[in-house]
């Protein structure tokens, strides 16, 4: 089936419908009728793709794996490239693009619906943990080992060094729009923000 023929447009929009219907109104109350209406397919066409609406919140959760394991394909470059440049300016770069990712708008609103299903679907959103989070953290994770082994940084536990450093970048923006209590930063407060958070990673891992 070609990726850009008929079929798999017609998949797309109803992966579309269905993803404006789960996060409205919630796995649980969302409906294949409901979810038809909204991708304006007919019920038959719909059950054609998928005979559940289970199988349509699998295939949206395949299909935020793939986009995020393809984005961040672009880390391994970058960590490769940084080896052997200087520290703050790499992880300033590396702060600044996670927290510009962690707010925007389809990032949100799909991190919720995985924590809203995650109790039904927890292989789907181990899946979604692996390709994302827990990807980048293994990736970071090894570039401070290499960094530490190289006596450009002290850090006993990488794995622990890696997830504080995640965290200062998530948490400020996370904690403002998971919920929808605040919007997100703005291009100064995420550069604020992640010149913030490498200083104080540096302040705890750089050479004594």
């Known amino acids: 089936m070609s990726e850009s023929g008929p ?3 017609k998949r797309k929009q109803i992966l579309d419908g269905a993803r404006r219907v789960f996060l409205s109104a919630g796995f649980a109350a969302a409906s294949m009728g409901e ?7 007919s019920k038959g066409t719909l059950y054609v793709y998928f005979d559940s609406k289970e199988a349509l ?7 935020a794996k793939r986009e995020t394991s393809e984005r961040l394909l672009s880390l391994d470059t970058e960590l490769r490239e940084a080896r052997d440049s200087d520290i703050a300016p ?5 702060a600044t693009g996670l927290m510009e990712k962690f ?7 799909m991190v919720r619906m995985v924590m ?3 109790d039904r679907f927890p292989g789907l959103a181990r899946q979604f943990y692996d390709a994302g989070a827990g990807y980048g953290h293994a990736r970071l994770a090894a570039w401070i080992t290499e ?3 190289a006596g450009r940084l002290v850090a006993e536990d990488a794995d622990i060094a890696a997830w504080q450093f995640i965290s200062m970048c998530c948490h400020p923006v996370s904690a403002r729009v998971a919920l929808g209590t605040l919007p997100p930063p703005d291009d100064e407060r995420i550069r604020r923000t ?4 490498v200083s104080t990673f540096l302040a705890a891992y750089g050479p004594r």
């Open 90 to 94: 790499f992880l300033t770069m590396l």
């Open 103 to 109: 707010r925007m708008p389809n990032h949100v609103s």
């Open 194 to 197: 992640a010149e913030a958070a």
């Open 35 to 41: 979810i038809a209406r909204e991708a304006k397919v």
């Open 7 to 9: 079929e798999s447009a």
């Open 57 to 63: 919140f699998g295939a949206l959760i395949v299909e």
């Open 147 to 149: 960094q530490v082994a």
């Open 116 to 118: 809203g299903a995650a």
